[in-house]
């Protein structure tokens, strides 16, 4: 009889370890150490932002404005939104030089005027491709203009542009200023609710002429593992505020580098809570995401 219950005891506890072995240990997640909730601006070293990679954009499809108002309601601190330049010189929200893979056409963005990519479906693909977050209200959704965008979420939102493909598009900074100029933007009310990026050190330069107290992110594009020097670094501190990097890159050493010399340091794409939380950890000051409400869980709001 009492062998019986030390077999009993032994399978309980044998079941609960192989059960523990095998659940998906999402919820074991470290804490992180940084200020979660601090009232600095959003470009402080203490703070860790959210920000929405072309909206909220593994729910909805990318660069809509469900896709942004969701980011919104997740919790992002910033929308970001890349921008492609139409031939009749508007600025469009859109990650691709060409409209193939997220509309219902094909071509160059600037070879069609506002008016032909408006007449363009920008989120059924969405439905197709991610059936898991398919929704009805998707389909037909419109290409917005950066006006629109400003239009619809006004002076609270936070914005972090992206000046995409400035060689096939000249004359985009200057759309850009004059835009954000318009919208009373620029000057920004609260520090960092603009910010510009690009791969372009060319167009970042231009904005920092003309506005040199708008923060500049510059983008760095590394195909291995993420190195700088510090000649590279105080070039850097010249004109921007921070960098931008793929964090498949990056490594703790390059990060300590990158804070060190007093720049900030934004990580793209990150989906996944334990690699949020293993970059946090390393230091980093932000994060671009297809998932905010993934990343707020992690950030703890
Ligand atoms: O904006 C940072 C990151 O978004 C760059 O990647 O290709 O998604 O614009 P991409
Ligand atoms: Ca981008």
Known sequence: MKKKWMFAAVFIVLFFF?????????????????????????????????????????????????????????????????????????????????????????????SFTLKELKEMDAGSWFNLESPGAAQEAYKGLKIPTLQEVFEHFGSDANYYIEIKQPDESPGMTAALIRILKEYQLIPAEREGAIVIQSFSKESLLEIHQQEPDLPLIQLLSYKQPAQITERELSELREYATGIGVNYLYLNESFIKDVREADLLLHAYTVNEKREMNALINWGVTGIFTNYPDRLSEVLGK
């Not at 909730?37 to 909805?60: F, P, Q, T, Y």
Request: glycine share 6%; net charge negative; aromatic share 6%.
């Open 18 to 110: 192989v059960l523990y072995l095998i659940i998906p240990q999402e919820e074991k997640i470290e804490e992180v150490s940084f200020m979660k909730n601090s009232s600095e601006s959003l470009l402080s070293v203490n703070r860790m932002i959210n920000i929405a990679h072309r909206g909220a954009s593994g729910h909805a499809p990318e660069h809509t404005i469900k896709a942004y108002e969701l980011g919104e309601k997740m919790g992002a601190d910033y929308i970001e939104i890349d921008l492609q330049m139409t031939k009749d010189g508007e600025l469009v929200a859109m990650h691709d030089a060409d409209i193939d893979r997220t509309t219902d056409k094909t071509g160059f963005v600037h």
